[in-house]
C-alpha cells in the first residue's frame, strides 16, 4: 500500500496545502488581476488612440477637400482670366487689322490721286505742246501768237 505512487500523490497533496496555506492563489488571482486591469488600461489607452487618429484622418480628409475645392476655384478662375485675355487679344488684334486695312486704303487712295494727277498733268502737256505745234502751223504772226500764248495757259488751268 505504501508504493511510490502513494508517496508522490502525498506528497503533492502537501505541496497543494501548502500552497494553500501561504495564500499563493490569492497571489496568483491578484496577479492575474493586475496583469487584467493592466491590458484594460492598455486596451482603453489605445482605443483613445485610436479615437484621435480617426479623428485626425478626418479633420486631415476635410483639409483636404477644402484644398481640391481651392484648387478646383483657383483653376476656374485661371481658366476665366485666361479666357478674359484671349478675348482681349483677339479684340485688339481685330483692331489692329482693321485700323491697318484703313491705314492700306488711304495709301492706296492716295497713290491712285497722286498717280491720276500726274497722269491729267502729263495729258495736259503732252495736249498743250499738241496745240502748240498746230496753233503755230496754223496761225502765224503776233496775233497767232498771242492766241497760242492764251491757249495753252487756258489748257493748263483747265487740266489742273
Known sequence: M???????????????????????????????????????????????????????LASYEKRRAEAEVEAQAVVAQARAEAELLAKEAHERTADFIQRRTKQAEEKIASAEAQAM??????????????????????????????LISKGISDLKTLFH
Open 117 to 146: 494727277a500726274e497722269v491729267r498733268a502729263a495729258a495736259a502737256d503732252a495736249a498743250s505742246k499738241v496745240a502748240e505745234t498746230v496753233l503755230k502751223a496754223e496761225a502765224k504772226g503776233a496775233l497767232g501768237e498771242e
Open 2 to 56: 505504501f508504493n511510490e505512487e502513494f508517496f508522490v500523490a502525498l506528497g503533492f497533496a502537501i505541496f497543494v496545502v501548502l500552497l494553500g496555506y501561504l495564500g499563493v492563489h490569492k497571489k496568483l488571482g491578484a496577479a492575474l488581476d493586475q496583469r487584467g486591469d493592466r491590458i484594460k488600461g492598455e486596451l482603453a489607452e489605445a482605443e483613445r488612440l485610436r479615437a484621435e487618429a480617426e479623428a485626425l
